[in-house]
T-cell receptor, first 113, second 115 residues
């Protein structure tokens, strides 16, 4: 158990819908990262937040957005969902001063029908 | 362009024999390099990392990797495979720019262990 929690574990929804994935980092970790893992695209870094502010951006679509709240939990919002958005979405957190050590959550499996 | 290439999509070895998972990177900058392991239906776990210190890096579970700048490689090895090593392994490069960073994952290598 990494100490990073993600909810929900599974999510099934329809095309065009909007969903919110939630992540709670390890206690004391200020950085949160979001990743997408799909069969055709592999693992991709989406976005990083540090203490509430966006720090780095990867291959995140404009339909997707994220934020980190004062209590350091983070949410990833996916809108206008398409079939191709079906994937495992991972959240990770890292300790202050150790950006290269990331602890991953168990993931949220999103299925878009 | 910066990238990371895992040369084998699937490696199968017998239990007790050595493991070699190959990774090459392409970067104009000095990268940080990592190996992660993902067991079925689990999140990723950091095995080891190279961040411009010693070129031979020791990780958890008996794994190690050597950074070879001349070959732009960061291959993962283990002297003796165990059944519990069966998993997907990802080589990852992190590139630091002046005000941001970029993280690139390899396509993964599935390691199978034969009894």
């Amino acid at each position: 158990d990494s100490g990073v929690t993600q909810t929900p574990k599974h999510l099934i929804t329809a095309t065009g819908q909007r969903v919110t994935l939630r992540c709670s980092p390890r206690s004391g970790d200020l950085s949160v990262y979001w990743y997408q893992q799909s069969l055709d695209q592999g693992l991709q870094f989406l976005i990083q937040y540090y203490n509430g502010e966006e720090r780095a951006k990867g291959n995140i679509l404009e339909r997707f957005s994220a934020q980190q709240f004062p209590d350091l939990h983070s949410e990833l919002n996916l809108s206008s969902l398409e079939l191709g958005d079906s994937a495992l979405y991972f959240c990770a957190s890292s300790p202050w001063g150790e950006p290269d050590t990331q602890y991953f959550g168990p993931g949220t499996r999103l299925t878009v029908l | 362009a910066q990238s990371v290439t895992q040369l084998d999509s699937h490696v199968s070895v017998s239990e007790g024999t050595p493991v070699l998972l190959r990774c090459n990177y392409s970067s104009s900058y000095s990268p940080s390099l990592f190996w992660y392991v993902q067991h079925p239906n689990k999140g990723l776990q950091l095995l080891l990392k190279y961040t411009s210190a010693a070129t031979l890096v020791k990780g958890i579970n008996g794994f190690e990797a050597e950074f070879k700048k001349s070959e732009t490689s960061f291959h993962l090895t283990k002297p003796s495979a165990h059944m519990s090593d069966a998993a997907e392994y990802f080589c990852v490069v992190r590139l630091m720019y002046s005000s941001a960073s970029k993280i690139i994952f390899g396509s993964g290598t599935r390691l199978s262990i034969r009894p």
